[in-house]
């Protein structure tokens, strides 16, 4: 079932978001998404760029960044969508479907393939960012329009923790990566 959610999801299935938002026991099935995804993603860095992760530590690193971010991610597209947008939803819903939305994620194994890696992590962004779009759309119950700006605010204000995280991280000796 939750592969099948998964690729519903990556498909921007807009019933599966439906269906996680009202679905609370899909909180911990997103946290696997979210897991699975950054565990693929550390895979396809750590066979890539063995030098830019050290092991088990980059890949513990690149788990709980994304983890974090997901967390981060929801809270922050929550607060905006409902107090600037006047969207409706629950922190869980937007949890839930925003962690769906990273189900394309699980293609950035394939990062390691020499001369286009870069390009399949950014295409698998910008897939979750669709995602993130139609995710936000479902959970706070508005127009597209107002989830696209949701979404790019909550981009800019991502930015900011991005660059503190790296501060962090950097500081600690631990890898970290953007894509």
Do not use: K
């Not at 519903?8 to 696997?32: F, G, K, M, P, S």
């Not at 922050?76 to 969207?87: A, D, E, K, L, P």
């Amino acid at each position: 079932m939750l592969v099948e959610r998964m690729q519903r999801a990556a498909r921007l299935d807009v019933t599966l978001y439906n269906e996680v938002e009202h679905d609370e026991d899909a909180t911990q099935e997103a946290i696997y998404v979210v897991a699975i995804a950054a565990v693929a993603s550390g895979i396809g860095t750590l066979i890539g760029s063995p030098g830019q992760m050290h092991g088990l530590v980059g890949l513990a690193s690149e788990v709980l960044t994304m983890l974090l971010n997901w967390v981060i991610w929801s809270y922050v597209t929550y607060f905006i969508g409902t107090r600037f947008f006047n969207g409706t939803a629950t922190p869980g819903e937007m949890l839930r479907t925003l962690g769906y939305a990273m189900s394309p994620g699980v293609l950035n194994v394939l990062g390691f393939v020499p001369c286009v890696g870069f390009l399949i992590r950014l295409g698998v962004f910008v897939w979750m960012l669709v995602a993130g779009v139609v995710a936000v759309r479902e959970a706070l119950d508005f127009e597209t329009r107002q989830a696209l700006l949701t979404v790019g605010v909550g981009w800019l204000a991502m930015v900011v923790i991005f660059i503190a995280e790296l501060l962090v991280f950097t500081a600690l000796g631990w890898p970290f990566r953007m894509l």
